[in-house]
C-alpha cells in the first residue's frame, strides 16, 4: 500500500492569505506566506500579491516593497500588474514618489516588465510633487520602453522643467518626442 503524505493544495494557502487579509491580520498573512513550503506549498506571484495588495491598502508601503524584492530576488517570481500598480499608487499616495521611481528601477534591472500604467502613474505622481527632473528621468525610461506619455503629461514635463531653469534636460525630453513623432 502505498503512503500518502501531506500535501496542502496552494489555492487552500491563498484562501488562508486571502481570508486573513480581509479581517487586517497582515503580520499573520506574511507568516503563512513565509511558512507555505513547509506545508507542501510553494508561494506563487499570486501569493505575494494578495499580501501586498492587502498591505498597500493599508499604506504599509515599507512592508510591501520586502515582500516585493523577497518576491523578485530571492524567489525570481514576477509580479503581475495588478500588484505593481497597486504598489506604486500607494507610495505615491504616501509621497514617497522616489520609493515609487527606485521600485520601477529594480524591476527593470530584475527583467520585470513594467507596464504603461505603472509609468504614468509614477510620472504623474513626480508632477504632483513638483519633481520635474525626477519626471523627465521617468519619462526617459518611459519611452525608451516605447510607451508615451499623454499628451498632458509631456507638456506639464516640458513646462515645470523650464520653470526650474532646466533647460538642457527639457531640450532632452523634447527632443525624445520628436524623435518619437509624438
Request: hydrophobic share 40%.
Amino acid at each position: 500500500m502505498q503512503s500518502i503524505g501531506y500535501h496542502t493544495d496552494c489555492g487552500t494557502c491563498n484562501y488562508i492569505l486571502s481570508s486573513l487579509c480581509a479581517v487586517d491580520q497582515l503580520v499573520e498573512a506574511v507568516n503563512v506566506l513565509k511558512g507555505m513550503g513547509g506545508a507542501g506549498c510553494i508561494p506563487d506571484s499570486n501569493s505575494y500579491g494578495i499580501v501586498i495588495g492587502a498591505m498597500c491598502k493599508v499604506r504599509r508601503t515599507s512592508d510591501a516593497q520586502d515582500l516585493m524584492k523577497q518576491m523578485v530576488e530571492k524567489y525570481g517570481l514576477t509580479p503581475d500588474h495588478g500588484t505593481v500598480v497597486k504598489l506604486l499608487a500607494a507610495l505615491r499616495t504616501n509621497k514617497e514618489i522616489w520609493k515609487a521611481v527606485e521600485m520601477i528601477e529594480f524591476l527593470e534591472k530584475e527583467g520585470n516588465s513594467v507596464g504603461f500604467e505603472s509609468y504614468e502613474l509614477v510620472v504623474e505622481g513626480c508632477l504632483a510633487r513638483r519633481e520635474y527632473v525626477l519626471a523627465g528621468k521617468v519619462v526617459m525610461g518611459m519611452t525608451e520602453r516605447g510607451f508615451i506619455p499623454y499628451i498632458k503629461v509631456r507638456l506639464k514635463i516640458i513646462e515645470g522643467l523650464a520653470s526650474i531653469d532646466e533647460w538642457k534636460i527639457a531640450c532632452a525630453v523634447r527632443e525624445r518626442f520628436a524623435k518619437l513623432k509624438s
